[in-house]
């Protein structure tokens, strides 16, 4: 049970090392969704990528200030 | 849709090319720390029982990729593909800005070669050798597998992409193989920003593509987002790089 749990935390930790841009990357993909449904335009996709940008740019110099 | 093969094939062959270059050199240091210290028989055994269930996870996985709908698998593979990609990046970004230590083969194989060998005495079956190299070849072949099946089967290009994992892995082996040594020579770090950039162009792409955006351009827009996020690396590295004192501005250091 406890190697079972240890692999299925090695698989989680593929995807995740900071909670928090997982939570936000899911949000603004949620966002968008909403965005490409009931106001859809060219520039859907434009506005996905500047959100996923600037959450890494912050989330990173947010972690270069704690350390 | 149609698909444009052009603007897919190169970054799909490359990312997994790169990718699976990155993962086995990994794996190759710890393997050949349990061969130093332990033998090579219990490396290769390791070796082999882990890719035997890679092996099985493919064949299981695979006919069962067949069977999803492509916008639900878009989205779901995309999302995924995303979250793996931005990890990597921003990892690299912290590195590239100085901010954590850069990854290091030689110090990976001193570390893994010291605990081995504060390991029990050998017996014939040298389970601690084989489960470290099994062990190795699993999680790094684990993400092998998910960025082959993540990058292929989105964009219909499963077979390119499994070309350029196993182009990858015949290169790593051949090296290994001829050196006896851990690959330090692979620019890890700058490869792990580039695949990162890619991963996360594509991820960006199929998750948009699984939530009903139509991306100006089509399928070339693939192109333009790994070209944005090469610019968010470098404007991430920029803004995260340790400030420097303003005397030292002053004076133009």
Partial sequence: ?67 | MIMHPLAHLGPSVAAAFLASLVEFVEALTVVLAVAVTRGWQPALIGTGLGLALLLLLVALLGPALALVPLHALQLVVGTLLLLFGLRWLRKAILRAAGVIPLHDESAAFASETAALGATGARQRWDLVGIATSFKIVVLEGLEVVFIVIAVGAAGGLLLPASLGAAAALIVVVALGALLHRPLTQVPENTLKLVVGVLLSAFGAFWAGEGIGIAWPGADWAALGLVAGFAATAALGIAACRPGVPAEARARGG
């Fill in chain 1, 1 to 67: 049970m406890r190697s079972l749990a240890a692999a299925l935390k090695e698989i989680a930790g593929l995807f995740v090392d900071d909670g928090s841009l997982v939570l936000m990357v899911l949000g603004w993909l949620g966002l968008s969704a909403a965005l490409a449904h009931f106001a859809p335009a060219c520039w859907d996709g434009v506005v996905l990528f500047l959100g996923l940008a600037a959450l890494l740019v912050e989330n990173a110099r947010r972690a270069s200030r704690r350390r």
